[in-house]
């Protein structure tokens, strides 16, 4: 069956270190992933998005990696603050222009 | 540019009523997508329309769900009967086409009792 994983438990980071963010998929082809950030009662919000073709993307303090072998993307927050603590989402398209969420995984960076 | 806009922010029914959310998408974009997001899990798209015409809505409960886009702009998703199970909230998002990044309102909660 099709699967989307993310860190199912939340993730618990002290400020100024690197936070990675793991999402697995099984059973897909994407043509590109994408990851958004959501804040409580708020729609998520788009970061960075990553084709199939390209390797890493960077975007200031983000850094998202995509490993089809491995079905794998890692989103990496460097330097990270106390604002950075939200959910964060990974989404895939199937090929036929839809897009798939992840269930997200919550990220507190601790002061 | 202004933002995705959704109304109401929050609404509460009884069970078996009947509810209707709008969207207001930002200008120009073609596509549009109602997502329902229920609590500690991801978005899970409903419907996703391209201009006027739908382009997925396998996981729109037909029976119950009906979503319009009026005129490829604003759009309507109706909830006829409602179940406590619909409790969520629901989504409007965004793009210029299928492949882009999506633009998400602030979500209507709703509750059923």
């Known amino acids: 069956s099709q699967k989307i994983e993310q860190n199912s438990e939340a993730l618990n980071i002290q400020e100024g270190k690197t936070a990675t963010l793991t999402c697995n998929y099984t059973n897909y082809s994407p043509a590109y992933l994408q990851w958004y950030r959501q804040d409580p009662g708020r729609g998520p919000v788009f970061l960075l998005l990553i084709r199939e073709n390209e390797k890493e993307k960077r975007k200031e303090r983000l850094k998202v990696t995509f490993d089809t072998t491995l079905k794998q993307s890692l989103f990496h927050i460097t330097a990270s603050q106390p604002a950075d603590s939200a959910t964060y989402l990974c989404?895939?398209?199937?090929?036929?222009?839809?897009?798939?969420f992840g269930k997200g995984t919550r990220l507190h960076i601790l002061p | 540019e202004a933002g995705v806009a959704q109304s109401p922010r929050y609404k509460i029914i009884e069970k078996r009523q009947s509810v209707a959310f709008w969207c207001n998408p930002i200008?120009?974009?073609?596509?549009l997508y109602w997502y329902q997001q229920i609590l500690g899990q991801g978005p899970k798209l409903l419907i996703q329309f391209q201009n006027n015409g739908v382009v997925d809505d396998s996981q729109l409960p037909k029976d119950r769900f009906s979503a319009e886009r009026l005129k490829g702009v604003d759009s309507t998703l109706k909830i006829q009967p409602a179940k406590l199970e619909d409790s969520a909230v629901y989504l409007c998002?965004?793009?210029?086409?299928?492949?882009?990044?999506?633009?998400f309102g602030p979500g209507t909660r709703l509750t059923v009792l």
């Open positions: 998002a965004s793009s210029r086409t299928a492949y882009n990044e999506q633009f």
């Open positions: 989404a895939l398209d199937n090929r036929d222009d839809k897009i798939i």
């Open positions: 200008s120009g974009h073609a596509t």
